[in-house]
């Protein structure tokens, strides 16, 4: 599939989206909380976070430890997930986003499993091994400005997916905290395709290597065209889903309402 047809796409099932979620409002709402499941097993996952998708879920959704599995990696699901409240409720809100808030994201991310360094700058030399040999990022000293900047960018930019990836791909770039950059990034690109109307993007466990490798020939300056089209193509299946979703709603039966006799005697 061509990028043309791809975005051609994309933008046809978000019309359909857009002309569907007003007739039924509450059509989303359980998609939206197995997303933020989906999510959270996922961008943990990327990092290397032992949990299943099932163990993540069990964790979150009734508070029970899984036996062999790391404290850190419990605390991380818990952490994200709890994110994710505050990204829906900034998505819900017009106020341009802040440093702040990219910080407070931060914060929420880091503040069970390691909560010296939620929402603070680094203070160490930050950098990662690739294909083409060590890449380092920018130094402690650079990152405030580097973040005011990009602030400033992001407070004005319209809530597009093409908005979204960038700001993924610029707070990597910026790698502004010493852990939990990548969860943080794929946090604010959800929040900006929030804010405009799209699902949340889920890059899985099996993009990884593609993700990865996409995020390098950034780096290196080879290009962000890989790193774009992964990402369009998980928000062009998610919209798939969440158009399957409502259909779904739209056209379940409705439950009749119990006689005044039945309700008054449950013994029936």
Same mark, same amino acid.
């Given at each position: 599939?061509?990028?043309?047809?791809?975005?051609?796409?994309?933008?046809?099932?978000?019309?359909?989206?857009?002309?569907?979620?007003?007739?039924?409002?509450?059509?989303?709402?359980?998609?939206?909380?197995?997303?933020?499941?989906?999510?959270?097993?996922?961008?943990? #996952?990327?990092?290397?976070?032992?949990?299943? &998708? !099932?163990?993540? +879920?069990? @964790?979150?959704? %009734?508070?029970?430890?899984? *036996?062999?599995?790391?404290?850190?990696?419990?605390?991380?699901?818990?952490?994200?997930?709890?994110?994710?409240?505050?990204?829906?409720?900034?998505?819900?809100?017009?106020?341009?986003?802040?440093?702040?808030?990219?910080?407070?994201?931060?914060?929420?991310?880091?503040?069970?499993?390691?909560?010296?360094?939620?929402?603070?700058?680094?203070?160490?030399?930050?950098?990662?091994?690739?294909?083409?040999?060590?890449?380092?990022?920018?130094?402690?000293?650079?990152?405030?400005?580097?973040?005011?900047?990009?602030?400033?960018?992001?407070?004005?930019? #319209?809530?597009?997916?093409?908005?979204?990836? &960038? !700001?993924?791909? +610029?707070? @990597?770039?910026? %790698?502004?905290?010493?852990? *939990?950059?990548?969860?943080?990034?794929?946090?604010?690109?959800?929040?900006?395709?929030?804010?405009?109307?799209?699902?949340?993007?889920?890059?899985?466990?099996?993009?990884?290597?593609?993700?990865?490798?996409?995020?390098?020939?950034?780096?290196?300056?080879?290009?962000?065209?890989?790193?774009?089209?992964?990402?369009?193509?998980?928000?062009?299946?998610?919209?798939?889903?969440?158009?399957?979703?409502?259909?779904?709603?739209?056209?379940?039966?409705?439950?009749?309402?119990?006689?005044?006799?039945?309700?008054?005697?449950?013994?029936?």
């Amino acid at each position: 599939m061509t990028e043309n047809t791809l975005l051609r796409q994309i933008a046809a099932k978000k019309a359909e989206l857009d002309r569907l979620r007003p007739q039924a409002p509450h059509g989303l709402q359980n998609l939206d909380r197995s997303y933020d499941i989906e999510l959270t097993y996922t961008s943990n #996952a990327i990092e290397g976070n032992a949990l299943t &998708a !099932a163990e993540t +879920r069990i @964790v979150i959704e %009734h508070g029970v430890t899984i *036996g062999g599995k790391p404290l850190k990696d419990h605390l991380e699901a818990i952490d994200h997930f709890e994110a994710l409240r505050y990204v829906r409720d900034l998505a819900r809100q017009t106020v341009p986003l802040r440093e702040a808030d990219i910080r407070n994201l931060h914060r929420l991310v880091m503040l069970r499993s390691d909560p010296d360094a939620a929402g603070r700058y680094a203070n160490q030399g930050r950098y990662v091994e690739t294909d083409s040999g060590r890449h380092h990022f920018p130094s402690p000293a650079q990152v405030p400005a580097l973040m005011g900047d990009f602030a400033q960018w992001l407070g004005a930019a #319209a809530a597009t997916p093409e908005t979204a990836f &960038a !700001a993924h791909r +610029r707070l @990597v770039e910026i %790698h502004p905290f010493n852990d *939990g950059n990548g969860r943080t990034a794929r946090l604010l690109m959800n929040l900006v395709l929030l804010r405009g109307g799209y699902p949340p993007v889920a890059v899985r466990p099996q993009d990884r290597p593609a993700y990865i490798g996409s995020l390098q020939d950034a780096q290196a300056g080879r290009g962000r065209e890989r790193s774009d089209r992964l990402l369009y193509e998980r928000l062009d299946a998610t919209l798939g889903e969440s158009l399957k979703a409502l259909q779904e709603a739209l056209t379940a039966p409705t439950q009749p309402e119990p006689s005044r006799r039945q309700a008054d005697n449950p013994a029936r």
